[in-house]
């Protein structure tokens, strides 16, 4: 008995051992778990004050853009929310001194950004957009926003520092905790049967809590995920506007020096190269295909994002339909009947010719998916005013004239819940790898390019009705006769005339090296530069110089344009032809290229380089 009570009174001990180990050990971790906690606070807060503050500038930066009101509609909340976030990061970095010597650096910082900003919408709403645009892409706000960013990343990387100690220090005391009431739960499991029990229902209770640990832990780590991916796709979405142009630039040197085999091969005329172009033209011919492929989706993807370089002209619509019947008969086939409806009168528009075929064609040709069976096509063309009751509906049109084009056919027609969407870029209801989901993106992107309007009716079973509406034209120019998709005979390739020398400006190597070969190869004398500092040198030396063909992005301070600029200073009278993948505001406003602006867009050709120069140097 005196040994049983020495074992339960030993039993009991421990048990309360056990106890105030885990009312230690449970406070030890709670107190852990608020470090993290808090840690994870001060990450939150230091990111949305980054991304608020970027919020802001690209609110500006798109206003000064389009010079539409609505596009400030996030400037002012954005800057709000970062000195939100801010004051919120101060609170939580007090116990931290170095942190706050951080957080008072961005305070200062930020207010520079805010009235750098501010300064900037100012003078856009005062008329001076340019200077407010050269305030916005001087190197002085680049330095801002750069330190900005690194100040915020300094704050993480810090708050990253301390959650690893944090979470180890967590780590450790669980341990602690565990090894403490293990020791005593096994002791009091041997010392006293009586204990048993009361054993098992605290090893039942800290394995419910090492679950609902391990629980929270999957949570923290899922939800770090879920932060890093949303980082990447703020990133991705950064990186997306020059994409187009490197990718046109790799386009350019691979559909290039394809078209240079294929008219090599062409030029063979032995035994030998006869063989070799039979086995060659073939995959010669696919590659171009996919290249090409490549090219024009990259247009759509520009046409959606409204960032191609229109050529707008005076347009006859009910010229343009009329010379695109031929074309529109082979693409839709013989169990489609073609009807046009042509209006009198019609008044001229102000559009680019290339672009309008090309909606009609991928309008015609959505047409003739919805009627596998056949059916009937209407194009119709009308004037028509646009009033203000309708125009409020939208905010994106002004009232006035506009010359409709009407496409409507008797398919299928789409569901309510598809046509809201029809608009979107990559959505489609065609099957897998039959369509791009751009072809009306690309539509939607060229009609509000253009100051039109587009809208679709539609009701499955009975069809669909597509409604594009382009500004009447009020220029004097000659209204264009002959649509640009008119078929055309091949012409020869031209070639160069005594003594004329190109100077070519170009920082892509590939491309700089496929342009020289073209040129000299029609027989151009050539000089090359990799950018506006070498070429400006070369212009200087006085050599005879009758072309600047120079892209419109290049590295350092100076663009093409600013080139092309100073050159024509030194050179007076130097003819000046642009290239380029991605069009800049530095050649194009409102989406039109400036007057007097030769442009070759990328990927070009031999043939459509040689007769570009031509056309330029014998205008």
């Known amino acids: ?14 048990l309360a051992l056990a106890t105030l180990a885990l009312v230690f050990g449970l406070l030890r971790s709670r107190q852990a778990d608020l470090r993290v906690t808090h840690t994870f606070e001060v990450q939150h807060a230091a990111q949305a004050f980054l991304i608020s503050t970027t919020d802001a500038e690209s609110a500006v930066r798109s206003y000064l853009l389009s010079m539409e009101a609505a596009d400030l509609d996030q400037f002012a909340p954005s800057l709000a929310d970062a000195g939100s976030h801010l004051k919120s990061l101060t609170a939580l970095t007090a ?8 957080v008072k650096i961005l305070d200062g910082l930020i207010g520079a950004k805010a009235e750098q900003l501010q300064k900037c919408v100012a003078l856009a709403k005062s008329g001076e957009r340019d200077a407010a645009l050269a305030i916005i892409n001087s190197r002085d706000d680049r330095e801002l926003l750069t330190k900005i960013r690194a100040e915020t990343e300094q704050v993480l990387y810090t708050e990253r520092n301390l959650l690893d100690a944090r979470q180890a220090a967590a780590l450790q005391s669980r341990y602690l905790f565990a090894g403490l009431i293990g020791v005593a739960l096994l002791t009091a499991t041997i010392l006293a049967a009586i204990l048993a029990v ?24 899922e939800a770090e995920a879920t932060l890093q991916q949303s980082q990447k796709m703020e990133a991705v979405g950064q990186l997306t506007g020059g994409i187009a142009h490197d990718f046109n630039n790799l386009l350019t040197v691979i559909i290039g020096n394809l078209d240079t085999i294929k008219r090599k091969l062409a030029e063979a005329g032995d035994e030998d190269g006869a063989d070799l172009q039979a086995k060659l033209a073939k995959p010669v011919q696919s590659a171009l295909k996919g290249a090409n492929a490549a090219a024009q989706l990259t247009q759509r993807l520009l046409a959606f994002s409204r960032r191609q370089a229109l050529e ?47 909606v009609l064609l991928n309008l015609a040709l959505n047409a003739k998916a919805a009627m596998p069976h056949g059916g009937h096509l209407n194009i119709e063309t009308a004037n028509c005013y646009l009033d203000e009751h309708y125009v409020e509906q939208f905010g994106d ?10 496409v409507s056919d008797t398919g299928t027609g789409i569901a309510k819940e598809v046509l809201e969407r029809v608009f979107e870029p990559f959505f489609t209801t065609k099957p ?8 009306l993106a690309m539509v939607h992107g060229f009609v509000k390019q253009s100051g039109g309007h587009v809208r679709i009716y539609s009701e499955e079973g009975q069809g669909t009705t597509v409604k594009i509406y382009l500004p009447r034209a009020s220029e004097a120019e000659k209204v264009a006769a002959v649509p640009a998709g008119k078929p055309t005979r091949p012409t020869p390739t031209p070639s160069a005339k005594k003594d004329e020398t190109v100077l070519v400006v170009e920082d892509n ?23 506006a500092k070498e070429a400006l040198s070369v212009l200087a030396d006085g050599s005879p110089i009758d072309l600047l063909f120079t892209d419109v992005v290049l ?26 993948g991605y069009t800049r505001n530095a050649i194009v406003h409102q989406g039109r290229l400036d007057p007097g602006v030769q442009l070759l867009n990328k990927p070009y050709t031999q043939h459509a380089l040689a007769r570009k120069v031509r056309a330029i140097l014998d205008a």
């Not at 619509?317 to 073609?338: F, K, P, Q, W, Y």
């Open 397 to 406: 049109i002004e009232a006035g004239e506009y010359v409709m084009l009407c």
């Open 312 to 358: 707008p002209k005076r347009v006859d619509l009910n010229r343009l339909v009329t010379g695109m019947v031929e074309i529109l008969h082979r693409s839709l086939g013989e169990d489609i009947e073609l009807e046009t409806v042509l209006g009198a009168g019609v008044w001229p528009t102000f559009v680019d010719p290339h672009q309008v075929e090309n």
């Open 95 to 102: 116990d931290n001194i170095v942190q706050q010597g951080r």
């Open 509 to 531: 190597d590939g491309v700089r090296e496929y342009a020289v070969e073209v040129l000299e190869g029609l027989g151009y004398r050539v000089f090359a530069a990799g950018d």
């Open 432 to 439: 897998q790898g039959e369509g791009s989901g751009l072809g």
């Open 198 to 221: 009361s054993t098992r229902a605290a090893v039942k209770g800290l394995l419910e809590r090492g679950a609902e640990l391990e629980a929270e832990s999957k949570r923290r780590l």
């Open 1 to 14: 008995m005196q040994n049983s009570r020495i074992i339960i009174a030993s039993g009991f001990l421990l």
């Open 555 to 580: 590295p350092g301070a100076m663009n093409g344009r600013a080139l092309a600029d100073q050159a024509r200073g030194i050179r007076p009278g130097l003819r000046v032809l642009f290239t380029t």
